[in-house]
């Protein structure tokens, strides 16, 4: 069965974007060293567009496992950027150019309905009106039978955590204090939430803490 | 040199106390579960009054050594408690007992002047009126070359860090979602911290972040 898996990187003062995002800080003032543990490894190369080399290790073991049996992807409209306002011009078809590191069908939170936007490598954007059940829905229509990873950003998987759709949670802890911005646990109010820690591994500048999700 | 360290349990969602904190609930609502990892250890027992047994192994050892090498502690006026007000009747001595568990002095931070109390096992408490650099004058003055340790609670420890008064921290984050309460990292506003991670231990039910402070 498919399952939702959420991936995030947060400082340790539980920030997973800086405050002010824009389109010159889509991850928010401060927030443009949360992901520095993820670019310099040889996954992350090769999903986003095939340069060669690349750390190997500890962290790049955990982000090929991230990558492993997904089959869709689901992002908020933040994360994706774009739509009606300052942050764009239509039609906006977000931050990742041509070949998006997704290579597989996207499915965007928004409320604006759009025809679906066909890109390079294997990634199709859907934008989804009607909420983050349907998403979930329809991400697994198309994973094909492999999981569904939850792209981000706060918004989204803080409405997914409250309804209890994540199966399984991995956060990235890096050692940085933001001391503001977009809070991944914020919003959850007395959600049930109920974690069982799966393991523990430490790489160079992150701590990679997964659990399962139940409620 | 003596140095400051603070050693503080907190849920993945940041909260080191759940919500309306009193004298049935002194971690807050569903905060009682926060040191469920600690309190069947066999260096917690001893700590408290010396009962025999208690579990070992790798949450016993970060334990012993959060203990080892302290001289004096410091506390906010939440954490001891009491004070005028609900929490209690003067002469208000702490929520340990006779015995408590520190056996050294501990500087309480206060609004209220009050005489220090001598406490069995090795524990006299202080009550500091003229602020937290003053505080830690005073505990490192006592702590004989030893070190400082920063007990808690939430308030404490955001005014320490937002000052850059502590140098090691070690966080112990548990697998429970509090969705309310007090953060540890809260009303930091941009105070430029930097943490270098030392070490990542896991132990049953617990992981163990450990970092350098540097402001």
Known sequence: MSELRLQITMTLDGYVAGPNQSVEHPLGEGGEHLHDWAVKLKTFREMHGGEAGGETGTNDDVLREAFDNIGAVIMGRNMFGGGP??????PWSGWWGDNP??????????????????????????????????????????????????????????????????????VHIVPIILGGGARLFDNLGDSGINLEPIRTLEGPGVTHLKYRVKK
């Open 101 to 170: 590191p997704f290579h597989t069908p996207v499915f965007v939170l928004t409320h604006h309905a759009r025809e679906p936007m066909v890109m390079e490598g294997g990634t199709t954007f859907h934008f989804v009106t009607d909420g983050i059940e349907s998403a979930f829905e329809q991400a697994k229509a198309a994973a094909g039978g492999k999981d569904v990873s939850l792209g981000g950003g706060a918004s989204a998987a803080q409405q997914y955590l409250g309804a209890g759709l994540i199966h399984e949670l991995e």
């Open 85 to 90: 306002g300052p942050w764009g011009t239509e």
